[in-house]
């Protein structure tokens, strides 16, 4: 008899959103969304390169950081998802925005007392919200630890670490100036007292959506067993 195509349907996982990932290739890019003709990436200082598994790993030593011009492109607004492995002993920032000197506007990713933090100041209410999980150890360890924060286009913000939510905060407005300069590795607002990071990162990913608990979970797993 006819065999029902029901029986022969099997089920695909979706295609992830393409990210704008940091690589090095004859100098710093970003491979994705982001036009490399528009995003320019300045080194100042230490950072090595080198490659684990056929990913690029990042060496930031002595307060060496990435400046990226046209760091607008980078979306930090409105929905984004940024996601790096970190791999440090000490305290510092790691992926910044920023305003200007007021630091309004500034996004900022940092680990601070051991912890992953994320702090959002808006332009309106000049409003500081930090974003941070007591509850989950520390990850200042020498260990590679996977540290996400991920944004709504309504009123949320999300802190995950190693595939797992760790934290939830409802934002204010968020607003911020065109043109504001990402850094990568250090912080970039003048005036502010956090270190510069100190340690490694690879797969930094930055994404201009939200993604789901279930791609975060995904994209974990699947650098994590390589």
């Given amino acids: 008899g006819n065999e029902s195509p029901w029986f022969n349907l099997t089920y695909k996982t979706p295609p992830l959103p393409k990210p704008s990932v940091l690589t090095f290739k004859d100098g710093f890019v970003f491979k994705g969304p982001a036009d490399p003709a528009a995003v320019k990436i300045k080194q100042q200082g230490a950072v090595k390169t080198a490659e684990e598994n056929g990913v690029p790993v990042f060496t930031f030593e002595k307060g060496g950081h990435l400046i990226v011009n046209g760091g607008d492109r980078i979306k930090s607004s409105g929905e984004f998802t940024w996601m790096a492995w970190v791999k440090t002993t000490r305290d510092g920032t790691f992926i910044s925005t920023s305003g200007g000197k007021s630091q309004v506007g500034q996004n900022s990713l940092s680990i601070k007392g051991g912890k992953p933090l994320f702090v959002h100041q808006t332009m309106i209410s000049k409003h500081s919200l930090h974003l941070t999980s007591n509850e989950h150890p520390k990850v200042d360890d020498d260990k590679w630890h996977h540290i996400v924060v991920r944004a709504s286009a ?33 912080i970039a607002s003048d005036n502010s007292k956090m270190p510069a ?14 993604l789901t608990d279930k791609e975060i979970l995904r994209i974990y797993g699947k650098m994590k067993e390589q």
Avoid at 158 to 169: E, M, N, R, V
Avoid at 201 to 207: E, G, H, I, P, T
Wanted: glycine share 10%; hydrophobic share 30%; charged share 25%.
């Fill in 154 to 186: 309504g009123s949320m913000f999300w802190l995950y670490i190693d595939g797992a939510l760790a934290k939830s905060q409802r934002k204010t407005q968020q607003e911020h100036e065109p043109g504001i300069p990402l850094k990568i590795g250090s």
């Fill in 197 to 210: 990071f100190e340690g490694q990162l690879k797969d930094l990913r930055f994404y201009e959506c939200s």
